[in-house]
């Protein structure tokens, strides 16, 4: 049963990951995994053989040890700092496997080689005493064995005794007769009542927990709060260092997301340092996404940067510019440009 189990577990693992995507496939490999795991777990630990247990309590056992093998593995990746995914879940549940295997077949050797040591010489079958032992006859001397009386054909047994063997008091219950050394406990009685224990609490816990799910489902919840956004698109949203904005401006483009809120009316404003450059009403529509440019003028070709903020009422996004000289400029200093002359930093 044991190589069944390994069997069954190694190629519900095997099969996961192969299976992702296809939960009609994927959930019966990992429950057949699961529950293989656990019964990997009882035949592993030390106790009384699962074999003489009622089939209830062996099956809950069984998916209750399989169900925890599954966080143990996840808890033992996340102390060795590795990451818990699908991959390494797989891996350590089959070297969980391997353990609990070895351990189990190991443990089945072992109380093999008890159970034949137990069992000893077979147990002699008691017969009444014939005329030979009630005239104190004993063995022969020197002969090394102990002889068994038995009765003579001829003689007769005395008024009230039997010749027959003594009865198994296990066959006096009504149980069947074990033979000599099973050390295997009877099937114990009262398999409805321990049944109906185990039942009762799960259908209870599957009918309160049923409940308290559709009660959830089905109760008021608050509305989530809505929200406003303005980004960067486009080539703008990969914005991650200072733009230069050339002497005849740059168009910026903006994305406006609106979603849990109603239609509303604002200002778009551009500032350029802190102050409004421009501005312009406009109506942002419920749960919509609006895309639209924004026009940056040339900037003084200073080389200060400066920070350009776009904003839709108190939404807002923005990034950091800087002026390009004009046509004409003499970065030397000897021209009539705009820009600064060379070996001197203006104050910005």
């Known amino acids: 049963m044991t190589c069944r189990l390994l069997l069954i577990a190694y190629a519900g693992l095997a099969g996961i990951l192969p299976a992702a995507g296809r939960p009609w496939l994927a959930v019966p490999l990992c429950l057949a995994a699961l529950l293989a795991t656990g019964g990997l777990w009882i035949r592993a630990l030390p106790g009384v053989p ?65 159970t034949a040591c137990s069992l000893g010489l077979p147990a002699q079958r008691r017969h009444a005493a014939g005329p030979a032992a009630a005239s104190g006859s004993s063995p022969a001397a020197g002969s090394g064995t102990a002889s068994e009386t038995f009765p003579d054909a001829g003689s007769s047994t005395a008024p009230g005794s039997s010749a027959l063997p003594a009865e198994d008091p296990a066959t006096d219950s009504g149980d069947p007769p074990s033979p000599a050394g099973d050390l295997r406990p009877h099937p114990q009685r009262g398999y409805a009542r321990t049944t109906a224990a185990v039942a009762i609490p799960v259908v209870l816990a599957v009918g309160v927990g049923a409940g308290a799910v559709r009660g959830y489902l089905t109760a008021p919840h608050p509305a989530e709060p809505g929200y406003l956004s303005v980004a960067l698109n486009d080539w703008a949203a990969g914005i991650d260092s200072p733009v230069t904005v050339p002497p005849r401006g740059l168009v910026v483009p903006v994305r406006v997301t609106s979603a849990g809120l109603g239609e509303s009316t604002g200002l778009l404003r551009l500032r350029v340092g802190g102050q409004v450059v421009a501005s312009r009403r406009m109506t942002v529509a419920a749960d919509s996404v609006r895309s639209l440019t924004v026009y940056v003028p040339a900037l003084p070709a200073d080389g200060c940067l400066r920070a350009i903020d776009i904003s839709v009422g108190s939404t807002s996004t923005g990034f950091y510019a800087r002026g390009l000289p004009g046509e004409g400029a003499d970065l030397r200093g000897g021209g009539t440009g705009t820009s600064a002359p060379a070996g001197k930093q203006t104050a910005c």
């Open 50 to 114: 699962t074999e003489t247990g009622v089939p209830a309590i062996r099956a809950g056992l069984a998916a209750a040890a399989g169900l925890m093998t599954l966080p143990l593995v996840a808890l033992l990746l996340h102390a060795a700092d590795r990451p818990v995914r699908p991959g390494p879940l797989v891996i350590g549940c089959a070297a969980v496997v391997t353990v609990l295997g070895a351990g189990a077949l190991l443990r089945e050797r072992l109380a093999g080689r008890r």
